[in-house]
């Protein structure tokens, strides 16, 4: 069973390169595979210009989630250690053999998807079509990144699909963490101001009645 399964993922690999091989489709991949990170981070400086205040936590969230990505990615590459594909022309046939270095999961997918993920989040709190646009564009990375590296047969299918999970995860719960720690300030804010709006009540009773004292005493 795992045998098919591996098959059809070399197949599927394959398949994604020969339907859409040119030397246009080749320049294209290899400029979005090698330039991914800076295609995504290109965001970043739009969301800066326009807030720099309210860009300050989803950019810090940005740094810890990629970090804990690559970090699990790696822990991952060393337990699975599944070799990268290279494929060979054997007379006629074509044959997907093992190479160097760990393949599962994949840390260009992996990534693209935390950052796209965060920064979408970051997005969506954004009035206007801009966000949206910006929005599209980021998601398009998000399949095209995972998808170049299968073209380029670098990765199998299943090798990106779990690194876009993987990042996913990732970004949800920085993401569902954030919420939380927000929340938790929010109410201790709410909380402070009740205790400085009650002082300050009571200071105004005290000079209240100072000053009533100083009327009703008599002459």
Not at 21 to 42: G, T
Not at 75 to 100: D, S, W
Not at 128 to 144: E, M, V
Request: charged share 15%; proline share 5%.
């Amino acid at each position: 069973m795992l045998s098919r399964l591996a098959m059809l993922d070399d197949q599927l690999m394959l398949r994604a390169h020969w339907a859409l091989a040119s030397p246009a489709m080749e320049a294209a991949m290899h400029f979005v595979s090698s330039w991914s990170a800076p295609l995504v981070l290109l965001v970043v400086p739009l969301l800066i210009v326009r807030d720099r205040r309210k860009s300050l936590a989803p950019l810090t969230l940005l740094l810890g989630a990629v970090f804990v990505s690559n970090m699990v990615a790696e822990l991952l590459r060393i337990t699975i250690e599944r070799p990268r594909p290279v494929v060979v022309q054997v007379g006629a046939a074509t044959m997907v053999v093992a190479g160097h270095g760990s393949a599962m999961p994949s840390e260009h997918a992996a990534n693209s998807a935390v950052a796209v993920a965060i920064l979408v989040y970051a997005l969506c709190r954004e009035p206007g079509w801009h966000a949206r646009a910006l929005s599209g564009y980021l998601i398009a990375l998000a399949i095209l990144i995972p998808f170049s590296r299968v073209y380029l047969q670098v990765h199998r299918p299943s090798d990106v699909i779990v690194g876009s999970l993987l990042g996913l995860s990732v970004a949800l719960l920085a993401i569902y963490g954030l919420g939380l720690l927000l929340e938790e300030a929010s109410r201790r804010r709410r909380l402070r101001d009740c205790r400085a709006g009650h002082r300050q009540g009571l200071m105004t009773i005290e000079r209240s009645g100072g000053t009533q004292g100083q009327i009703d005493r008599p002459l």
